[in-house]
Nanobody
Framework: QVQLVESGGGWMQPGGSLRLSCAAS????????MYWYRQAPGKERELVAV???????RYSGSVKGRFTISRDNAKNTVYLQMNSLKPEDTAVYYC?????????WGQGTQVTVSS
């Protein structure tokens, strides 16, 4: 029973950086693996990054080396640091929490990368 709210999206020039935040309430994120997905117009939703309950991480090949997922359990917040942004990173970014029973989604935050 967790609620998720994303923030930090907006417009950025290619090569710039943004940090997305996913603030959780109603339950501790320590109970969940946390995920960032994105969906560009006309495309299917894509898994971007994962952080496990013990802090392990993995990334899609398109963002590996540029994006970093992290979690601050004390603040009950998950982050996605996005560096060296490219126009193809333009999408709505969604935070997701997964338990053994079900998963929970935020409403998304828009990221637009253009010159």
């Amino acid at each position: 029973q967790v609620q998720l709210v994303e923030s930090g999206g907006g417009w950025m020039q290619p090569g710039g950086s943004l940090r997305l935040s996913c603030a959780a309430s109603g339950s501790s994120i320590t109970y969940y693996g946390m995920y960032w997905y994105r969906q560009a117009p006309g495309k299917e939703r894509e898994l971007v990054a994962v952080i496990t309950k013990d802090g392990g991480t993995r990334y899609s090949g398109s963002v590996k080396g540029r994006f970093t997922i992290s979690r601050d359990n004390a603040k009950n917040t998950v982050y996605l640091q996005m560096n060296s942004l490219k126009p193809e990173d333009t999408a709505v970014y969604y935070c997701n929490a997964q338990s053994d029973i079900r998963d929970y989604w935020g409403q998304g935050t828009q990221v637009t990368v253009s010159s």
